[in-house]
Structures are given as C-alpha cells and as structure tokens.
C-alpha cells in the first residue's frame, strides 16, 4: 500500500518541525529553505507557498521553538512559589541539555534582521518574565517598574548563563538553578531591601 499524502497542513508543520530539528546543528541564520526542502522531498517553490520568503520560514520555526519551550516548562501551579521557580527552572535547564540548538537559536533570534523574529522571542521573554514577576508577588514583593525592569534583565542574564553554563561548561544542574535562585533574589532584595530577611535564605 503507497503512503498517503499529506494534507498542507500537515506538510506545513512537517516543514516546520524539520526546520526546528536541523536547529540541532546549524543556527538560525543558516536554516536554509533548500536544506529542509531537501529533508523534505519537496520543491523550494512549496516553501513560497506556505511561508512567502525563507523569513516567514524561520519566523514559523522561532515561534515553534519558542511555544515548545514555554510549553515545558510551564509552571505548576500545585508547588508554591519558591518550589515553583526552581522546578521551573530545572525544567529549562533540561531543555537546554536536550535542545541546546533550538535554544541557542531561540536566544540569538533576538539579534536576528528580521524584526517579526526578534517580536517572536521578545513575546517568549515577557512570558517568561511574568512568569517569575508571579513568583516575586507571591513572595510579598510589590510591583513596580524598577522591579519589572530588574526580573526582565535577570531573564537575559538567565539565558546566557544556560548558554555558557549548559552548552559550553557542562554545569551541575542543581548547582547552576542554586545559582539562578540566589541571584533572583539577590536583585529582589537589591530592589526591595525590606525583603532581605524574608528571602536571606534563598540568597546565602
């Protein structure tokens, strides 16, 4: 019996997904849609048809990599704040271990040319963001700017120290998330030094 063909729906997300694959091994900017049409099977004109130009390609591929990421590590909600940031943020780093390509390209997107890919990881990055600001508030922390401003730094800051603490050094697991912790909390208290006794134990 011959395979069945697939529907554009799915030979679109099979594009996509090969492209999220080859992240593996190639950054974004080295995606190439002869490449993947090549993995494929199909004709590069079916890439026109379904994303318009190589950058409507890899704003598929980013915003794919970017929902798979949130997806796992989305919080849970049953832990309470403290437990959930750390779980939260072992989950990363096991993400990072096991697709340190589409991390890294995920992150890097930010400095792409393409200004649709850089608002698809900008809108990762405010996820993640509130993500921690729930934790922060749960804590007793009261919003403000210089606090929002603060967690989105630390969220770069996070990011890089994946980069360089999973992909290049190999860092413990629990030893780098101790780490994220702390310096959390270090800039919380930073901001809101009243906090500084209900969080010391987190920080030391």
């Given at each position: 019996?011959?395979?069945?063909?697939?529907?554009?729906?799915?030979?679109?997300a099979?594009l996509?997904a090969?492209g999220?694959?080859?992240?593996a091994?190639?950054?974004?900017?080295?995606?190439?849609?002869?490449?993947v049409?090549?993995?494929a099977?199909?004709?590069?004109?079916?890439?026109?048809?379904?994303?318009?130009?190589?950058d409507g390609?890899?704003?598929?591929v980013?915003?794919?990599?970017g929902d798979?990421?949130?997806?796992?590590?989305?919080?849970?909600a049953?832990?309470g704040?403290?437990?959930?940031?750390?779980?939260?943020?072992?989950?990363i780093?096991?993400?990072?271990?096991?697709?340190?390509?589409?991390?890294?390209?995920?992150v890097?997107?930010?400095?792409?040319?393409?200004?649709?890919?850089?608002?698809i990881?900008?809108?990762?990055?405010v996820?993640?963001?509130?993500?921690?600001?729930a934790?922060?508030?749960?804590?007793?922390?009261?919003?403000?700017?210089?606090l929002?401003?603060?967690v989105?730094s630390?969220?770069a800051?996070?990011?890089q120290?994946l980069?360089?603490?999973?992909i290049t050094?190999?860092?413990?697991?629990l030893?780098l998330?101790?780490?994220?912790?702390?310096s959390?909390?270090?800039?919380?208290?930073?901001?809101?030094?009243?906090?500084?006794?209900a969080?010391?134990?987190?920080?030391?």
């Open positions: 019996m011959g395979r069945s063909r697939l529907t554009s729906d799915e030979r679109r099979q996509i090969l999220v694959a080859a992240l091994d190639r950054p974004l900017e080295a995606l190439t849609t002869e490449y049409a090549r993995e099977g199909v004709s590069r004109g079916l890439f026109a048809y379904y994303f318009g130009s190589r390609f890899h704003r598929e980013v915003r794919t990599a798979a990421l949130l997806h796992a590590t989305e919080p849970n049953e832990l704040p403290v437990d959930r940031l750390r779980d939260t943020l072992t989950r780093v096991e993400f990072v271990e096991e697709h340190e390509g589409t991390f890294f390209s995920l890097r997107g930010a400095a792409s040319g393409d200004a649709e890919v850089r608002e990881v900008e809108g990762v990055r996820v993640e963001s509130e993500r921690v600001m934790v922060v508030a749960e804590l007793g922390c009261p919003d403000s700017t210089l929002r401003t603060s989105r630390w969220v800051f996070a990011e120290m980069i360089d603490g999973v050094h190999r860092m413990e697991k030893a998330v101790d780490f994220l912790v702390r959390l909390f270090s800039i919380v208290v930073t901001v809101e030094p009243e906090q500084s006794s969080l010391s134990g987190f920080i030391h």
